[in-house]
């Protein structure tokens, strides 16, 4: 097999799908999966939706479309506001899409008359993260215009907290949606399917005891597939935080001094890990290379094996140390990914993805099977 390869453990994907459903429907909550960091991945998509996952969120129109074409019926919801150069697309392929622009509204709505279509909307609601979403005081306003829109079904609000400034969900500004909600229902005298409380960071907030009160529903990615909250990056009880890891092949094995020596600038890639200053230069230690870089993934989000540590990246050679368990050349080493190395690992053209087990739910997947990493929406 070859090398990086992101290894993906069907099985244990479902098993985290399998459980967060549970206990969210214990609490009259419904979960979208949102594959995004997969890139809509046919098989991870197969196997939530036989976990009980009830919808998929998406942030590209590209990866909604190859999904539709796919055969997958459930509804699509698109996790970020549409473009307005692509509303047709949207109208055409997503059921629904998180809005928070009245010029956009106003065009899908035009386009989904245009094209016979009724388009769901999730008004997001600013509530202090700042990235996407309406200030609360401009909501009732845009809810009414929404309403006197045809083609359009207002699915209810949601909001976004964690992702930019790392604003945790909470009492108040959980309690303030579910007020939201419930304050425009009365004003408009309707039901909302909808009240979308967030993202995976919403999890360690209701572990804790937070009262749902109107929240039913999350949009879940990261817990699902990396079984981790953002937050702090905590392991969720009872959830695999391995499904998915990164393998990557040893081409370099030597013993070293362990600092570096003549005239210091700057290295290629200021940010990512840097060797710490250690007295005894003259020691030796073995500093192992793998064929992984920049190009593949973060390493700033590579968690590595016990015993080894990372001492640098860039583009395409990750320099290590191993001491208890010196490497060879052409040894695999496997990597635990945080978010953002998924993500990158998942959209580099260089890097692998196998299925490493047989998958028990209604689809069938062979063991060990390679997809190739080329474009797949061409
Ligand atoms: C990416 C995204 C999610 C999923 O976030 P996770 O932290 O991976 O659970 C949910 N909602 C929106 C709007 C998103 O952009």
């Known amino acids: 097999m070859s090398a990086p390869r992101l290894e993906i453990n069907l099985p244990k994907l479902h098993h985290n799908a399998r459980t967060l459903v549970r206990r969210l429907a214990a609490q009259g909550i419904a979960v979208t999966g949102v594959s995004k960091a997969t890139l809509g991945m046919l098989e991870i998509v197969h196997t939530w939706l036989g976990a009980g996952v009830g919808s998929i ?25 549409p473009m307005l150069s692509q509303v047709d697309r949207v109208v055409a392929s997503a059921s629904i899409s998180c809005n928070t622009d009245i010029d956009v509204l106003n065009a899908l709505a035009a386009a989904a008359k245009q094209q016979g279509r009724c388009h769901g909307v999730l008004l997001m609601v600013e509530l202090g993260d700042l990235r996407e979403g309406i200030l609360p005081a401009d909501l009732e306003s845009v809810v009414q215009q929404i309403l006197a829109m045809s083609n359009l079904q207002l699915m209810g609000i949601g909001t976004n907290l964690g992702c930019q400034h790392g604003i945790a969900p909470n009492v108040e500004n959980m309690g303030d949606l579910s007020r939201l909600t419930t304050a425009l229902e009365q004003r408009f005298h309707l039901t909302f ?85 250690r007295e005894g230069s003259s020691q030796r230690v073995q500093r192992a290379l793998l064929a992984l870089g920049e190009q593949d993934v973060d390493p700033a989000g590579l968690i590595p094996p016990q015993g080894t540590v990372i001492r640098g990246a860039s583009s395409d050679h990750l320099v290590v140390e191993s001491p208890g368990q010196p490497l060879a050349v052409g040894d695999e080493q496997r990597y635990q990914l945080s978010y953002s190395a998924l993500l990158r ?27 190739a990493s080329s474009a797949r929406w061409g």
């Open 345 to 371: 690992a998942m959209t580099s053209p260089f890097v692998d993805r196998c299925f490493v087990d047989r998958c028990f739910v209604d689809h069938d997947v062979v063991d060990g099977s390679c997809i």
């Open 193 to 277: 399917p909808w009240c979308s409380g967030g993202n995976s960071a919403n999890l360690p907030w209701l572990a804790d005891g937070g009262d749902p009160a109107r929240i039913n529903h999350l949009r879940l990615g990261e817990a699902l597939l990396l079984g981790r909250e953002p937050l702090h990056r905590t392991a969720i009880p009872g959830l695999h935080t391995d499904a998915i890891s990164l393998v990557a092949e040893v081409i370099e094995a030597k013993h070293k001094p362990s600092q570096p020596w003549g005239e210091r600038g700057r290295t290629s890639f200021d940010g990512s890990p840097t060797a710490p200053r």
């Open 57 to 81: 969120g998406e942030s590209r129109i590209e990866a909604i479309e190859a999904l539709v074409r796919s055969g997958i019926t459930v509804p699509l919801l698109l996790v970020r506001s």
